[in-house]
């Protein structure tokens, strides 16, 4: 038995359940769950969260159709604000998508404003939307991690449960403000089980934290069952909480599945890096 097996927010989502695939727009598809699902256990108060962000997501598979009837395809760029009442349940957000396919819109202005509002209504929390249409504009190029990559340290691991006490003792006397990475994230779908594989930043200026019990803690993860965001939000809380930190953010990238990718950003107060977020992709995304 998991936290959440009794959750009634749980108990309708699309997630797990064989669906049909909707080709005509339908913005009932989209299923929020709330955050205070994992918030609760970790006795965060939605009126004084100990973070900011946001949830970045990246849109690879939409199309529509034009007031002709032609196809257009398009890439879009999502952002839901760490304090909305829900997070977007992934599979729903998928479903929703594919909804457009068939369905003619008379400008890319009106799927946008779609998109805005329904993904607004899903978190109860205005939500950001860009889209691209231009598929021959793309100039980005594969990014990395900056910092320290705890990858290379040779340590020995037996524990593949989440266990926040390894992170006991966790910071130094030394004071200092580096980046620590690590492409060893795995985490597994809080409904389906399904392995959910991702790369983690993590900025802090305070004591310096232990590195290999950071590692430990993070590898920790690779059978725990939760939502990306809640994952995030949790590795937060245990190193504020473990660790002598002044000032934190973690940011981690998840492959895609579906045609999206989702990034959650928590920072302690870091209004301008969240609002000019790096959303880079990394090799595996």
């Known amino acids: 038995m998991t936290l959440y097996d009794k959750a009634s927010a749980l108990q309708n989502l699309s997630l797990g359940q064989v669906t049909e695939y909707k080709s005509q727009y339908d913005a009932s598809l989209l299923q929020g769950v709330p955050r205070s699902l994992n918030r609760d256990e970790l006795n965060l ?11 970045l997501w990246n849109i690879y598979e939409l199309s529509w159709l034009n ?24 599979k729903s957000f998928k479903l929703y998508l594919n909804s457009f396919n068939q369905t003619k819109f008379s400008s890319v202005e009106t799927v946008l404003e779609h998109l805005k509002n329904d993904l607004t209504a899903c978190a109860n929390k205005q939500v950001s939307v860009e889209l691209n249409t231009d598929m021959d504009s793309f100039t980005d190029k594969l ?14 691991v037996d524990n593949y449960q989440l266990t926040p006490a390894l992170l006991a003792s966790l910071s130094s006397e ?5 980046t620590l990475y690590s492409h060893l994230l795995k ?8 392995p959910d594989w991702g790369s983690i930043e993590i900025n802090y200026t305070g004591k310096q934290l232990d590195r290999e019990k950071l590692l430990r803690y993070l590898i920790s ?7 990306h965001e809640q994952c995030v939000e949790r590795i ?6 473990f660790g002598q930190i002044d000032s934190l953010s973690v940011y981690a990238r998840y492959t895609r599945r579906g045609g999206l990718d989702i990034n959650p950003y928590r920072c302690t107060d870091d209004k301008e890096n969240n609002d000019n977020l790096n959303n880079r992709r990394l090799l595996r995304q």
């Open 143 to 156: 990014g990395t991690f900056t910092g320290i990559c705890l990858d290379t340290l040779d340590i020995e």
């Open 236 to 241: 937060y809380c245990d190193l504020m909480k």
């Open 67 to 90: 007031s002709k009837g032609k196809p257009v395809v398009a890439t879009g760029v999502v952002k839901v604000p760490h304090d909305s009442d829900n997070l977007i349940e992934s």
């Open 174 to 178: 030394k004071v200092v403000t580096e």
């Open 221 to 227: 993860f690779r059978e725990h069952n939760e939502f």
């Open 45 to 55: 108060n939605a009126d004084n969260l100990p973070f900011v962000g946001c949830d």
């Open 187 to 194: 985490s597994n779908c809080l409904i389906t089980n399904q």
